[in-house]
Structures are given as C-alpha cells and as structure tokens.
C-alpha cells in the first residue's frame, strides 16, 4: 500500500473516532437544551394568553402533549426521537412551564381549544398527535371536537372520568391529599403553590368524557398503558372499545412513565402505529 493511502486510512480512522466520541455529546447538549431552547421556542398569542413552544424536525407534522404539571422537557426523550422523521412541535400547556394563565378555572377543553388555536397559528392542517395522560386527555378532547386536525392520535393512559371507576384507589387517594396540602398553603399565603392547586383541581374535577362522545371520533386512535399503571386497565379497555377505529397497546413490565421508563419499546411502538397502514384484524 502507497504512503498516501496509509495516511487516507488513518485520516478516515480518525474522524470515525472523533465522530463516535463527539456524537454522544453532541445529542446530549441537545436534549439539554429541550424546553429552554432559544434557537426553536417562541410564544404564539391564543385565547388570551402566550403559550410556549419548540419545534424539531422536518416532514409531517406531530403534536406531542406532556402530562399534568408537566413542560416541553417532559418529552424531550420523544423529541429527540420523532424529530428524525416528523416536524415535532411541543408546547407548555396553559398554568403549565413557560405559558403563563392568571386564570381562576382550568379544564381539559380549554388547553385543546390553546392548541387548535396553536395549529391554526403555525398553519398547520392536521396533525398526528401523541398525549400522555393529561396529555391523552386532551389528546381525545381534540379528536372530538376538531377531527379535522388529528391525522392519527396516541393517547397514553388517559381517563375519561375523575373517579374509582378509572383510578387505583390508592392513586385517588394521593390526588385528594394533595389537594388538601395544596389549599392549606395556598391559605397560608404560599403563591408558588396556587398554579399546583388549579392543577390538581384539574384532576380532580375532569374530564367527563362519555362513551358517546368517544364513538364520533373519526380518527385512527392508538390506546396504550402500562401494565401496572395509574389507570385501572379495565378503564383503559372501557376507552379503547368505544373510539370505532382504535388499537390497544398495554407496555408490559411498566407504570404511568413508561415514556421514561421503557423509551425504546414505548417510542417503536408508537411510530410503528403511526407508519403502518390501519388495520383492526380479527381472528375468527
């Protein structure tokens, strides 16, 4: 071999080396960055507030929705994800990260009314749409009253009422005392605490969504939960047999945070919903 082709070997050597060294680091500072990104957030004007949002990513649009006091970086391992193949725009919902509501009351339908307003903002004509929990929620409440707007949806241990019927006891439980702590600082004059409150509330008093309510949505409609989640599997099984063209996932070896717990099975399976053609096969 000639000396130039020796030094054309360790040269190519060399940057596949500082390449898989520099890599790793690279999508670390990136994910860092997810919920505090100047170069990608901005603030869009709806319904009377300025909601919060980054976007990642080019192709067809996805809508991710975080979890009930959570922000853009709820999502980030999402993000990082489905920005390779979808243009993923993330928002702190209302009362929640950088979007700021001074409001008294909060439900499940004004945050999807913020972000059908956010869709229209960014011209965007529908959208595929992954909610986790809260985020689930209004992911349902969006495919019901804005059909034209959801492409395809994945809601991710949602409920449909604020009760036993859908929560384990214990989960329940947990909610109302914190509720009772949240209302006994707030008395005391802690302010960091009001947005806590208002939303605990939130679960507390919604959604009330009806069965009824479910079958209209047009939709494709991915139901997933963990097998040891927040969310009573037979709630979970209630939601997928009424939406007409739904499927169910149940994560096995998972709770409520399956998005963080089991990253790669949850977000493969999400994407493999969301690429392969619909289908509700049966077995007779």
């Known amino acids: 071999m000639s000396i130039g082709k020796q030094h054309k070997k360790r040269l190519r050597r060399f940057y596949l080396f500082a390449f898989d060294m520099i890599l790793p680091s690279v999508i670390m500072i990136f994910i860092l960055l997810i919920g505090s990104n100047t170069k990608t957030g901005n603030y869009a004007n709806v319904n009377g507030i300025k909601m919060y949002y980054e976007t990642y990513g080019s192709g067809k649009p ?63 004509d529908s959208a595929y749409i992954l909610g986790h929990s809260d985020g689930g929620i209004i992911g349902l409440r969006l495919a019901i009253k804005y059909p034209k707007k959801v492409k395809m949806l994945a809601a991710i241990a949602p409920n449909i009422r604020p009760d036993s019927a859908a929560l384990y006891p214990e989960v329940e439980t947990d909610i109302k005392q914190t509720m009772v702590r949240l209302t006994h600082l707030v008395k005391q004059g802690y302010k960091d605490s009001i947005s806590k409150l208002k939303l605990t509330r939130l679960m507390i008093n919604h959604p009330h969504i009806s069965t009824a309510e479910l079958s209209t949505i047009q939709a494709p409609v991915l139901i997933m939960s963990g097998d040891r989640d927040a969310i009573l599997l037979s709630h979970i099984t209630e939601i997928f047999m009424a939406i007409p063209k739904s499927q169910l996932c149940v994560l096995p070896g998972s709770t409520h945070f399956a998005l963080w717990q089991n990253t790669k099975v949850f977000n493969e399976a999400i994407e493999l919903f969301f690429t392969k053609p619909f289908e509700m096969p049966n077995s007779f």
């Open 62 to 124: 996805l809508l991710l929705i975080h979890g009930n006091g959570g922000s853009v970086k709820s999502m980030r391992d999402q993000i990082s994800f489905f920005a390779k193949n979808y243009k993923v725009i993330a928002a702190d919902s209302r009362g929640q990260g950088k979007t700021i509501d001074t409001g008294d009351s909060l439900t499940y339908d004004m945050i999807a009314d913020d972000l059908y307003a956010l869709l229209i903002k960014l011209k965007i």
